[in-house]
Nanobody, 124 residues
Framework: QAQLVESGGGLVQAEGSLRLSCVFS????????MGWFRRAPGKEREFVGG????????VYADSVKGRFTISRDQAKKTLYLQMTSLKPEDTAVYYC?????????????????WGQGTQVTVSS
């Protein structure tokens, strides 16, 4: 059965850094696309960034471009989100997700598998 588990969230001050991890197992799709999403209090879930698991391409939302970096370790079946220069508006629950495909897409409804989320809180 497919499972995705996020970790690494916590409390950090503005301009600080965090690295989130997403370990997955049981995915049977042949060409997975992996994405990071976040949901801030009182707001809709939004796309943060995505990566083609077997390819070189990454895509980022304008709000995080230049500050966040997505990478993966294929052997460990782990997806990462390295976050630097964090801002209070980055406070949200962060989710990893997966779908079958050949290109990164931006709508949450297009992803089929989801983790439980991990809380990131940026102070001041």
């Amino acid at each position: 059965q497919a499972q995705l588990v996020e970790s690494g969230g916590g409390l950090v001050q503005a301009e600080g850094s965090l690295r989130l991890s997403c370990v997955f197992s049981g995915l049977t799709i042949s060409a997975p696309v992996m994405g990071w999403f976040r949901r801030a209090p009182g707001k809709e879930r939004e796309f943060v960034g995505g990566i083609l698991w077997t390819g070189p391409h990454t895509v980022y939302a304008d709000s995080v471009k230049g500050r966040f970096t997505i990478s993966r370790d294929q052997a460990k079946k782990t997806l990462y989100l390295q976050m630097t220069s964090l801002k209070p508006e980055d406070t949200a629950v962060y989710y990893c997700a997966a779908r079958d495909g050949s290109a990164v897409v931006y709508a949450a409804r297009q992803y089929d598998y989801w983790g439980q989320g991990t809380q990131v809180t940026v102070s001041s």
